[in-house]
């Protein structure tokens, strides 16, 4: 029970971990979404993949190397520690404090129509009612995202793979770092957000699908684009929900690489452009080295 409550949980900040919001730069994206971690003194290898935390199984299968290599780390390091969430931490950050500023309160009239479409296909919509329209609408929209089709966590089948070994896991962020990374993007900036995603007019179960096939491509700037559509965000904001958190993160990792030998999956926005893991890692004298592999359609 305490691992589903983690999950669920998890679902509550996919937009913070994925760093969804972020619009795509000028600069070329790194191909792959698995690398391994060499150089610096290292005395054997650690690797650093790029993860969907919502995924469409449906589609696709999950990716099988990244698993295989929990048998050949010594930890598995994910953006938080799962089974370390602090729920009410986490609800605390969830929800609009000002009952006028509610999400149905903001839509006009035809935009509420467009979001009585947008929720009605997602499962969450029937169980919550109209306490949807009082989450953050950037929690929202991933809930919805994750409550559809077939969605499945691959950091949360890495964390059950690796307890099943009785691997160590760890955390490169807490909970509290998260909620307030997400405080930086203003309520109206985020209903900006929301508007985008409903004059798209596609389901969530659509969205899962795109984002899912962009994914097994490999190719984070098209990852990236199809994210793109949905979004508005301010450069304080993005600053704040992937650069800074890009620093800290590889900071973190610098200092774990100095005893341990992990994988370490985060989302796959934060691994491209000039300011990611992996280009931040290869300033700090690390060797990144891509491996390829591929990923089999749900029924091959």
Same mark, same amino acid.
């Given at each position: 029970?305490?691992?589903?409550?983690?999950?669920?949980?998890?679902?509550?900040?996919?937009?913070?971990?994925?760093?969804?919001?972020?619009?795509?730069?000028?600069?070329?994206?790194?191909?792959?979404?698995?690398?391994?971690?060499?150089?610096?003194?290292?005395?054997?290898?650690?690797?650093?993949?790029?993860?969907?935390?919502?995924?469409?199984?449906?589609?696709?299968?999950?990716?099988?190397?990244?698993?295989?290599? #929990?048998? !050949?780390?010594?930890?598995?390091?994910?953006?938080?520690?799962? =089974?370390?969430?602090?729920? *009410? %931490?986490? /609800? &605390?950050?969830?929800?609009?404090?000002?009952?006028?500023?509610?999400?149905?309160?903001?839509?006009?009239?035809?935009?509420?129509?467009?979001?009585?479409?947008?929720?009605?296909?997602?499962?969450?919509?029937?169980?919550?009612?109209?306490?949807?329209?009082?989450?953050?609408?950037?929690?929202?929209?991933?809930?919805?995202?994750?409550?559809?089709?077939?969605?499945?966590?691959?950091?949360?089948? #890495?964390? !059950?793979?690796?307890?099943?070994?009785?691997?160590?896991?760890? =955390?490169?962020?807490?909970? *509290? %770092?998260? /909620? &307030?990374?997400?405080?930086?993007?203003?309520?109206?900036?985020?209903?900006?957000?929301?508007?985008?995603?409903?004059?798209?007019?596609?389901?969530?179960?659509?969205?899962?699908?795109?984002?899912?096939?962009?994914?097994?491509?490999?190719?984070?700037?098209?990852?990236?684009?199809?994210?793109?559509?949905?979004?508005?965000?301010?450069?304080?904001?993005?600053?704040?929900?992937?650069?800074?958190?890009?620093?800290?993160?590889?900071?973190?990792?610098?200092?774990?690489?100095?005893?341990?030998?992990?994988?370490?999956?985060?989302?796959?926005?934060?691994?491209?452009?000039?300011?990611?893991?992996?280009?931040?890692?290869?300033?700090?004298?690390?060797?990144?080295?891509?491996?390829?592999?591929?990923?089999?359609?749900?029924?091959?």
């Amino acid at each position: 029970m305490k691992t589903r409550n983690c999950l669920k949980a998890f679902v509550l900040i996919l937009i913070l971990l994925w760093g969804a919001f972020h619009p795509v730069s000028a600069q070329q994206q790194p191909k792959g979404l698995l690398w391994e971690i060499s150089g610096k003194g290292l005395s054997k290898p650690a690797y650093l993949f790029g993860s969907m935390h919502i995924y469409d199984t449906a589609g696709y299968q999950l990716p099988q190397l990244p698993f295989d290599l #929990l048998d !050949k780390v010594d930890k598995l390091y994910l953006e938080l520690d799962l =089974g370390k969430i602090d729920l *009410r %931490e986490m /609800m &605390e950050g969830m929800y609009i404090s000002d009952s006028t500023a509610y999400i149905d309160k903001q839509l006009d009239a035809l935009s509420m129509e467009k979001m009585r479409r947008f929720v009605q296909s997602a499962p969450l919509s029937s169980a919550m009612g109209n306490k949807l329209y009082a989450i953050k609408p950037m929690l929202l929209i991933s809930m919805l995202t994750g409550s559809a089709g077939k969605a499945a966590s691959v950091d949360f089948e #890495l964390y !059950k793979a690796a307890n099943s070994r009785k691997l160590p896991v760890g =955390g490169l962020e807490t909970v *509290r %770092e998260e /909620m &307030e990374a997400l405080k930086a993007v203003s309520l109206s900036s985020q209903m900006d957000m929301l508007r985008l995603v409903l004059d798209q007019q596609i389901s969530p179960a659509e969205m899962l699908k795109r984002m899912t096939t962009s994914y097994v491509q490999q190719d984070i700037e098209q990852l990236l684009y199809e994210l793109n559509y949905n979004t508005s965000s301010s450069d304080g904001a993005n600053d704040a929900l992937l650069v800074k958190r890009n620093i800290v993160m590889a900071d973190r990792i610098d200092s774990l690489l100095k005893n341990e030998h992990p994988l370490i999956a985060v989302g796959a926005a934060h691994l491209g452009a000039g300011k990611g893991l992996i280009v931040l890692l290869k300033q700090k004298g690390y060797t990144l080295t891509n491996i390829p592999f591929s990923i089999k359609k749900a029924h091959e």
